[in-house]
């Protein structure tokens, strides 16, 4: 009967710092330099990317898949000496063998958009590496993120 099954339910967090970067389209940068009292004129479209991961496994399959809720809070642009805090709130879902994929709110001085982030995580002596490269489309242009860490498992 519905609901009477085991429960797939086991809170797992893998929290970790991130670092990468993001590359911003030419509509982004137009965008960014059309507005007169912009901190970000001129701004490089190769920004650093400093952070942390906080991730949270909600559920477990008995084949492996998992569903995700990340949230990555982000400061770029200091190699320009810019203050450039973003905010991602993803919800996913990683595969067994640990390729995920996830979507959600992107949140930025400039704009709010949509993100959406595949990757995969490499195991070695109980630390987690993620990789995860996403897209934030946008009226005018898109950005380009690579950004990598390590974890470790937590209940």
Request: glycine content about 14%.
């Amino acid at each position: 009967m519905p609901g009477d099954e085991e429960s797939a339910y086991e809170e797992i967090h893998l929290n970790g710092p991130r670092i990468g970067f993001t590359i911003l389209s030419q509509g982004v940068i137009n965008k960014i330099n059309a507005r007169e009292s912009s901190y970000l004129k001129d701004l490089n479209p190769f920004i650093t990317q400093f952070g942390w991961q906080f991730e949270t496994r909600i559920f477990r399959m008995p084949n492996g898949t998992a569903g995700l809720l990340e949230i990555v809070p982000l400061i770029g642009g200091l190699e320009q000496g810019k203050f450039i805090p973003s905010i991602n709130a993803l919800v996913g879902i990683r595969g067994p063998k640990g390729f995920e994929f996830g979507l959600g709110p992107n949140l930025t001085p400039v704009s709010a958009n949509v993100a959406l982030a595949i990757g995969t995580s490499f195991r070695s002596n109980g630390i987690n590496f993620p990789v995860n490269f996403a897209v934030v489309p946008g009226n005018g242009g898109a950005r380009f993120s690579l950004l990598v860490g390590f974890n470790s498992r937590r209940r």
